[in-house]
């Protein structure tokens, strides 16, 4: 059974840190592109970051470059998120999700075929 599962959300002030874990479950995530997604409340999904691990690519939406870093540990079969310098714009349920093919530009979430259940990430002093 293919399975993401999300963890890692919670609040934080303004300027700090959190690290958003994807850990996956009946396929191996090196070998797929994955990505990060964000909803924020009455907005549509957006594409944060993607990764196609084996082939060393990643992605960045411009509102998060220089902030986030997407990983992959193989040993774990996890996608991380390190999320640095919060701002209260970058509040919302964060998803990981995956699909065949290669990570080749900002990620749109109808591009991919399955999902986590999603972590809510709150920034606010």
């Known amino acids: 059974q293919l399975q993401l599962v999300e963890s890692g959300g919670g609040l934080v002030q303004p300027g700090g840190s959190l690290r958003l874990s994807c850990a996956a479950s009946?396929?191996?995530?090196?070998?797929?592109?994955i990505g990060w997604f964000r909803q924020a409340p009455g907005k549509e999904r957006e594409g944060v970051s993607c990764?196609?691990?084996?082939?060393?690519?990643?992605n960045y939406a411009d509102s998060v470059k220089g902030r986030f870093t997407i990983s992959v540990d193989n040993t774990k079969n996890t996608m991380y998120l390190q999320m640095n310098s919060l701002k209260p714009e970058d509040t919302g349920i964060y998803y990981c999700?995956?699909?065949?093919?290669?990570?080749?530009?900002?990620?749109?979430?109808?591009?991919?075929?399955?999902w986590g259940q999603g972590t809510q990430v709150t920034v606010s002093s």
């Open positions: 009946g396929f191996t995530l090196d070998f797929y592109d």
């Open positions: 999700a995956f699909r065949q093919g290669i990570c080749s530009g900002l990620p749109h979430y109808y591009d991919y075929d399955y």
């Open positions: 990764i196609s691990n084996s082939a060393g690519i990643t």
